[in-house]
């Protein structure tokens, strides 16, 4: 099977039966006897909402895991699902990250009921996810906007020439949203509203200007509920400082590329994933930044371990040919 352990979403694929887990990647822990309550869709209903023995857990922060044990909890849980024992697992991880940041993904899964694991490059299972032919000498450039980071790289036959990657995603946009609300309405509202808000008008360049949204949050000064009506262009401002590092992060990544790999992307353009990529305008905005054409991914949210799905199927064939150059260069051997 592969795994997308992503910050805010985990996916599930199997061979042969496509996707068969798509979960918020959150755990309610019951503290008070310190197991699991629920995981997922059923764990995420409960952020904000829990009584105090209750916590509601995101085990990942920016692309790593930032609680070991919740995360072997999290990823137990979704191996169990699969009804697979002991399965033979890739993990995505985000090219940005350490070896120990690695290492704790393998050692997560392998504790969390894995046979055997190996780690692929997010960015190259989002290419290979969206059918690029990632194995000719050709440059393509791939963006991947998830919760709490931006990974941007080029790939050339097969593995990636040049990267960059921010600390920075979809949750920082919702800070932000939420950081605006309070300084300029005087109430708070909880992440999932801001997130909300952030679906429904959020954008990164001006194209629908004219949606508003309505938001109930906590007056500060009475403590009392209050609505307070917001406007799409002053969402965009509140955006603007989050979504300019994410940006920054594409144009550095640019500068870096070798010419002929940068003249095929100017051709081809450049590849949108990850949820973060769905942001209204978004396109647009890198389309104007970086005066390259932009494509979204048909399937941003799952390209990822659609990508691992395939390279898995490729991988048993690889090994076949023990020890293949071609294996190692995909694959983080364990
Ligand atoms: P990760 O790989 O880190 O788990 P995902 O690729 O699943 O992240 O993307 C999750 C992020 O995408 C969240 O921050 C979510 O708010 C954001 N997102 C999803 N859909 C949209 C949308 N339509 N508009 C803006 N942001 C979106
Ligand atoms: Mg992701």
Redesign the pocket.
């Given at each position: 099977m592969a795994i997308?352990l992503?910050?805010?979403?985990t996916l599930v694929f199997v061979k042969g039966q496509g996707i068969v887990v798509s979960e918020p990647?959150v755990v309610a822990i019951d503290q008070l006897h310190g197991t699991v309550h629920a995981v997922g869709d059923d764990a995420k209903r409960m952020i904000g909402r829990t009584p105090a023995t209750i916590s509601a857990i995101r085990p990942l922060r920016h692309?790593v895991i930032a609680d070991f044990e919740v995360t072997e909890q999290m990823l137990r849980h979704f191996i169990r699902k699969t009804r697979l024992a002991h399965p033979r697992v890739v993990m995505c991880a985000p090219s940005g990250i350490t070896d120990v940041e690695k290492r704790a993904i393998v050692e997560a899964s392998l504790s969390a009921g894995a046979r055997r694991v190996n780690l692929i490059e997010e960015t190259i299972a989002a290419a290979i996810g969206a059918g690029l032919a990632i194995e000719e000498p050709v440059g393509n450039m791939v963006v991947d906007?998830?919760?709490?980071?931006s990974e941007v790289a080029v790939i050339s036959l097969g593995g990636i020439v040049v990267s960059e990657s921010a600390r920075v995603?979809?949750?920082d946009?919702?800070e932000a949203i939420m950081a605006h609300v309070k300084q300029r309405h005087g109430i708070t509202i909880g992440q999932q509203t801001a997130?909300q808000v952030?679906?429904d008008i959020?954008s990164a360049w001006p194209v629908e200007d004219d949606l508003t949204a309505e938001v109930k949050g906590r007056d500060l000064v009475s403590g009392l509920p209050k609505t307070v009506t917001l406007t799409a262009e002053e969402v965009r401002v509140a955006l603007a400082e989050p979504l300019r590092t994410i940006v920054e992060t594409i144009k550095d990544t640019l500068e870096r590329t070798p010419p002929e790999l940068a003249a095929d992307v100017a051709r081809r353009g450049i590849l949108l994933a990850?949820?973060?990529s769905?942001?209204?305008g978004f396109d647009e905005r890198v389309r104007v930044e970086t005066k390259m054409s932009t494509y979204l991914a048909e399937s941003?949210?799952t390209c990822?371990v659609m990508g691992s799905g395939r390279s898995l199927e490729e991988f048993d064939v690889m090994s076949a040919q023990a020890g293949s150059s071609h294996a190692r260069r995909h694959f983080g051997r364990r």
């Amino acid at each position: 099977m592969a795994i997308d352990l992503g910050t805010a979403n985990t996916l599930v694929f199997v061979k042969g039966q496509g996707i068969v887990v798509s979960e918020p990647s959150v755990v309610a822990i019951d503290q008070l006897h310190g197991t699991v309550h629920a995981v997922g869709d059923d764990a995420k209903r409960m952020i904000g909402r829990t009584p105090a023995t209750i916590s509601a857990i995101r085990p990942l922060r920016h692309g790593v895991i930032a609680d070991f044990e919740v995360t072997e909890q999290m990823l137990r849980h979704f191996i169990r699902k699969t009804r697979l024992a002991h399965p033979r697992v890739v993990m995505c991880a985000p090219s940005g990250i350490t070896d120990v940041e690695k290492r704790a993904i393998v050692e997560a899964s392998l504790s969390a009921g894995a046979r055997r694991v190996n780690l692929i490059e997010e960015t190259i299972a989002a290419a290979i996810g969206a059918g690029l032919a990632i194995e000719e000498p050709v440059g393509n450039m791939v963006v991947d906007v998830g919760g709490g980071t931006s990974e941007v790289a080029v790939i050339s036959l097969g593995g990636i020439v040049v990267s960059e990657s921010a600390r920075v995603g979809g949750y920082d946009l919702d800070e932000a949203i939420m950081a605006h609300v309070k300084q300029r309405h005087g109430i708070t509202i909880g992440q999932q509203t801001a997130e909300q808000v952030k679906f429904d008008i959020g954008s990164a360049w001006p194209v629908e200007d004219d949606l508003t949204a309505e938001v109930k949050g906590r007056d500060l000064v009475s403590g009392l509920p209050k609505t307070v009506t917001l406007t799409a262009e002053e969402v965009r401002v509140a955006l603007a400082e989050p979504l300019r590092t994410i940006v920054e992060t594409i144009k550095d990544t640019l500068e870096r590329t070798p010419p002929e790999l940068a003249a095929d992307v100017a051709r081809r353009g450049i590849l949108l994933a990850g949820g973060g990529s769905l942001l209204k305008g978004f396109d647009e905005r890198v389309r104007v930044e970086t005066k390259m054409s932009t494509y979204l991914a048909e399937s941003p949210l799952t390209c990822v371990v659609m990508g691992s799905g395939r390279s898995l199927e490729e991988f048993d064939v690889m090994s076949a040919q023990a020890g293949s150059s071609h294996a190692r260069r995909h694959f983080g051997r364990r």
